[in-house]
């Protein structure tokens, strides 16, 4: 409407003819487009006899949110001049026939509180780094790829050479006629606008599967049936939780004779299952399901079904194909890949394989889909993602990271790196910063894939494993090199298993965390200047992070000294907030930097007061056990304050949560004076599978002298727990849609 007035007006006083006004939104200017996609992200497109572009790309996924009418301005300046508002950027636009550039196009925004001029020039100065697409044979740090986030308040993604997706499947562009295409971010100093704005084109991040986040067991080795249940029988004998069991290339044949091959070997392809080792693959696969545990299968797709494969006369059948004539692996052909996926894929997932582990690393044989500019790798974790929702269940990639909008493909596996302490430093800098550019969930080959023995590093590992997407281990085929966790010696047994029942303990708030990171597109693993950007401390110490909301960490990623293995570690406790120590409750005040130091069982990691920080008892089956208790860790806040946080509940696997198949539970500390109140909301939305009744354990360490509880205005008596060092109050089962309210006077 405003926009309608302003072009009313202009017309009936003489300033402009009304044909020149561009209306509405995209702005068309002749061969210009100008798209407001949200007050701090716009297109930019310069295409002939105006032959704009609308179909998507694997980046630009999502063409479907625009900047409403009544959320900007247009302005005209004269002499073809134009200026453009939103609330957070002033744009002075000279349609002069050409490409958008320097000369013509200028966004000014605020950075600092001073207002700063952004240009499509494109010179990029302080970028806070993104991922990396592998850590292969990486030994050391090495230089990442950019994410969106820079010092600068901007950042310009080029897609002008990318594929179209048309029908679903990849269309070149025609780039004779479409000369310019670009996606300005101009976000100042609102890191969260930026992220947000990444999910408005590019899509957000899905909801994984709940068992995505749990615990993992992986090793190249030629296991058999008997050993892969040995496996499992070993984390429950040895008090370890167990999520999802990984079969690496072992369970198919190694009897390839054709073929490119990698690595020395033309059997890293196979489809038929290895019947010596795994004589009955459905059965094995219905006994570990029975046990609890979920299966995925390794996967090297390169060099596609070859003759000695059981599949291979019924894929060529369906081919059409001669079969003395094997068919190239064509990921650029639809009819190939859907009788691939047929043959390959299909039979497996039908015995029960719950996802692939896409193992492509054959970049040097094909680095792009043949015909087309996109990467391999690009489209591969595209057509794998939309295969695993084929029965109705949420996408569950397993790949390598392929860049800008592969984020709706998690989780990422960052490859094969080197056990030394080096190798995990940099990871724990890789995994905070690689949410910059949308990957949001790296798993970890946690102890390194390769090198030498060494159980003190495999701990270290192991406590920052607790914190990333999922405490997935993993080791190349040697003999030296098992990382389950009770094998490296008594105590560090010890400290892994502390580790594990953390994160086995911690599902509840990880999956709430990751419903954070749906909704918003921030990361799960943060670094710290997303949030605390304004303090030029946010910005110094790349060993430390936030989790979540609630949890700040800075991992040890060196030696100990002494018996105790004791390491150190430097932490900013940032803002006004109070921090307590996870492990032993002190308490640290925002604005402090301290050295920290831990023995080999502990390592830096924080719990913000003030909040609930919903947590469940030890589970060996973290991510499917149902929560029929909440269990509430809750630290005192430094003076009166009023928190919420939401606690969310999915069936973990389906697709159901789309269409508002969920719970939120909010969870409430309010502190006035000497009476603290929790408050457990009752639970809105209802799911597949929803509890209908819940305990509640609210747990109070550093609280001081407790004087009186009251749960619902009865007076209890909270227990002492010996080991938490903290008073504990139990709430009996009770109906998930009633409010529980705990008061604490002291």
Not at 33 to 51: H, Q, V, Y
Not at 302 to 320: L, N, S, V
Not at 585 to 609: A, M, N, Q, T, W
Request: with cysteine.
């Amino acid at each position: 409407m405003k926009n309608r007035i302003l072009l009313l007006l202009l017309f009936l006083c003489g300033g402009i003819a009304a044909s020149a006004q561009p209306a509405g939104n995209p702005l068309v200017f002749g061969e210009n487009r100008l798209t407001l996609i949200t007050p701090t992200l716009f297109r930019l497109e310069f295409a002939r006899d105006g032959k704009f572009i609308d179909d998507p790309t694997i980046f630009a996924y999502d063409r479907s949110n625009l900047l409403p009418a009544d959320r900007f301005e247009v302005r005209a300046l004269g002499g073809d001049r134009y200026e453009i508002t939103t609330e957070a950027l002033r744009i002075v636009y000279e349609h002069d026939g050409f490409p958008f550039g320097l000369h013509n196009f200028a966004a000014y925004y605020k950075l600092n509180g001073k207002e700063k001029k952004f240009t499509n020039r494109c010179i990029f100065r302080n970028n806070l780094g993104g991922p990396v697409e592998t850590l292969d044979r990486v030994t050391g740090e090495i230089p990442m790829q950019d994410g969106l986030l820079s010092r600068d308040g901007w950042y310009v993604i080029d897609d002008e050479r990318s594929d179209l997706l048309v029908d679903g499947w990849l269309c070149p562009r025609d780039t004779r006629s479409h000369v310019q295409d670009q996606y300005c971010f101009v976000y100042g100093n609102d890191y969260k606008a930026a992220l947000a704005d990444l999910g408005a084109i590019s899509g957000r991040v899905p909801m994984t599967r709940k068992y995505i986040h749990g615990v993992w067991y992986c090793r190249y080795w030629d296991y058999t049936s008997e050993e892969f249940l040995s496996i499992i029988d070993g984390y429950e004998q040895n008090d370890f939780p167990l999520d999802n069991l990984v079969f690496d290339m072992g369970w198919h044949t190694y009897t390839a004779e054709i073929g490119t091959g990698h690595a020395g070997s033309r059997s890293w392809t196979g489809y038929t299952w290895e019947r010596k080792r795994i004589p009955d693959p459905e059965a094995l696969i219905a006994e570990v399901h029975r046990r609890g545990v979920t299966v995925s299968l390794n996967d090297h797709p390169h060099d596609g079904i070859r003759p000695h494969e059981e599949m291979y006369g019924a894929f060529m059948k369906d081919m059409g194909a001669d079969p003395a004539k094997p068919l190239l692996f064509d990921l650029g052909d639809r009819r190939y890949m859907e009788t691939f996926f047929k043959h390959a894929h299909h039979t497996t997932e039908d015995m029960g394989v719950d996802f692939w582990w896409l193992d492509w690393q054959q970049n040097y044989l094909y680095p792009e889909v043949r015909g087309y500019r996109s990467t391999s790798l690009q489209w591969i974790n595209e057509l794998y993602y939309r295969e695993t929702e084929r029965k109705g269940l949420r996408g569950a990639g397993y790949s390598r990271w392929a860049g800008w909008g592969d984020h709706r493909h998690p989780i990422q596996f960052s490859g094969d790196a080197q056990a030394n302490w080096e190798m995990l430093a940099f990871e724990v800098k890789l995994t905070a910063a690689s949410g910059n550019a949308g990957c949001y969930y790296w798993a970890h080959d946690i102890g390194g894939f390769r090198g030498d023995p060494n159980p003190e590093l495999t701990v270290r590992w192991t406590q920052f494993g607790a914190l990333s997407a999922a405490l997935r281990v993993h080791s190349t085929k040697d003999a030296r090199l098992d990382r389950r966790p009770w094998l490296s010696g008594d105590r560090e047994t010890a400290a892994m298993r502390r580790m594990y029942h953390m994160r086995s303990e911690l599902m509840p708030y990880i999956y709430s965390s990751v419903w954070q990171t749906h909704s918003t597109m921030v990361p799960l693993n943060r670094p710290m200047y997303i949030e605390y950007g304004g303090d030029e401390r946010a910005y110094c110490n790349e060993q430390e992070f936030l989790f979540g909301d609630l949890l700040l960490a800075a991992p040890v990623s060196s030696p100990g000294t002494g018996p105790d293995k004791v390491a150190s570690q430097r932490v900013w406790f940032p803002g006004e907030d109070v921090w307590y120590d996870f492990f032993t409750h002190e308490r640290f005040d925002g604005g402090r930097e301290c050295e920290i130091s831990k023995p080999l069982e502990e390592f830096p990691l924080y719990v913000r007061g003030g909040w609930v920080l919903p947590m469940q008892p030890y589970t060996p089956r973290p991510a499917s056990t149902p929560l029929t208790t909440l269990v509430m860790r809750v630290y005192p806040s430094a003076g009166d304050a009023d928190n919420t946080y939401t606690l969310y509940e999915d069936d973990g696997v389906t697709r159901d949560y789309e269409r508002g198949a969920y719970a939120t539970t909010q969870l409430n500390y309010r502190r006035a004076g000497r009476v603290t109140t929790v408050t457990v909301r009752p639970a809105e939305g209802v799911y597949e599978g929803q509890v209908v009744k819940r305990a509640y354990r609210l747990q109070l360490p550093a609280a001081g002298k407790i004087e009186k509880v009251r749960v619902g205005g009865r007076t209890v008596k909270p227990v002492f727990d010996e080991t938490l060092k903290c008073s504990v109050v139990e709430v009996p089962a009770t109906d998930i849609r009633r409010e529980v309210k705990i008061e604490i006077v002291g």
